[in-house]
């Protein structure tokens, strides 16, 4: 567990609307609630708009999905590899967003989509920005499971100078606010072993994405 000198998990501010709760999530069985859903809804790896394959592994559950295929980036309700709605977003995830985003100062968050990364060794998220959503009232509650992963968080300009925070093992990130469009993105995972997750990292992304 993340913690201070009095054993408190401590909380690292990124920006104006934006923290890191270090060690928020563990001590809940995260990683077999992702296992279940993505034995209903695989990770894939989506296309972009360009046809190129994403290397980050992605399912989703709960009533909105993020996609990415050729057609565009959006949300959808039914996932389009299995033709069903996505899996239930757990009553567990559910609370742990609320909960988080309630100690960073954001009243009321009830997301309505939750996009699962899975990271093997070598595979990286480039800098971007969460704009795919009808509203950016709401904040964007975020937890990193199983490796480390050293994300960038820069500012609302592409070329501003990003700061790099190494994200472990059930660290929560809460941003939103005049945070809400900050460009951020993932370095190329590191190889590693983590006992929750073996050799991957699982990044859990919780968004209020269609209209409220
Ligand atoms: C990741 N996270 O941690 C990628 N987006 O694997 C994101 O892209 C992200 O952590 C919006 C808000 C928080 C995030
Ligand atoms: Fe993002």
Same mark, same amino acid.
């Given at each position: 567990m993340e913690t201070d000198l009095f054993g408190n998990r401590r909380d690292e501010p990124l920006a104006d609307g934006a923290m890191i709760l270090r060690g928020f999530a563990l001590d809940r069985d995260l990683v077999g609630l992702v296992a279940a859903i993505a034995h209903a809804a695989p990770f894939r790896q989506m296309l972009t708009p360009g046809g190129k394959k994403i290397g980050v592994e992605m399912t989703n559950c709960g009533p909105l999905g993020w996609i990415s295929d050729r057609r565009g980036y959006r949300y959808e309700t039914l996932d389009?590899?299995?033709?069903?709605?996505?899996?239930a977003m757990p009553q567990a995830f559910l609370a742990l967003a609320r909960q988080a985003a309630g100690h960073a100062g954001f009243a009321d968050f009830t997301p309505?989509?939750?996009? $699962?990364?899975?990271? *093997?060794? %070598?595979?990286?998220?480039? @800098?971007?920005?969460? /704009?795919? &959503?009808? #509203?950016?009232?709401?904040? $964007? +509650?975020? +937890?990193?499971?199983?490796?480390p992963a050293v994300f960038q968080? %820069?500012?609302?300009?592409?070329?501003? *100078?990003? !700061? !790099?925070? &190494?994200?472990?093992?059930?660290?929560?990130?809460?941003? #939103? %606010?005049? =945070? /809400? @469009?900050?460009?951020?993105? $993932?370095?190329?995972?590191?190889? #590693? =072993?983590?006992? =929750?997750? #073996?050799?991957?990292?699982?990044?859990?992304?919780?968004?209020? *994405? %269609?209209? !409220?």
């Open positions: 389009p590899l299995t033709g069903k709605a996505w899996p309505d989509a939750c996009l $699962i990364n899975r990271y *093997a060794p %070598g595979v990286k998220m480039g @800098l971007h920005q969460d /704009r795919d &959503e009808a #509203g950016f009232d709401a904040p $964007i +509650v975020s +937890v990193s499971l199983g490796l968080f %820069g500012g609302l300009d592409r070329k501003d *100078a990003v !700061r !790099r925070h &190494e994200l472990r093992h059930g660290d929560v990130v809460v941003w #939103g %606010g005049p =945070a /809400r @469009l900050a460009w951020h993105g $993932i370095l190329t995972l590191k190889p #590693g =072993a983590h006992p =929750a997750t #073996g050799q991957t990292r699982i990044n859990l992304t919780f968004r209020q *994405a %269609g209209q !409220r």
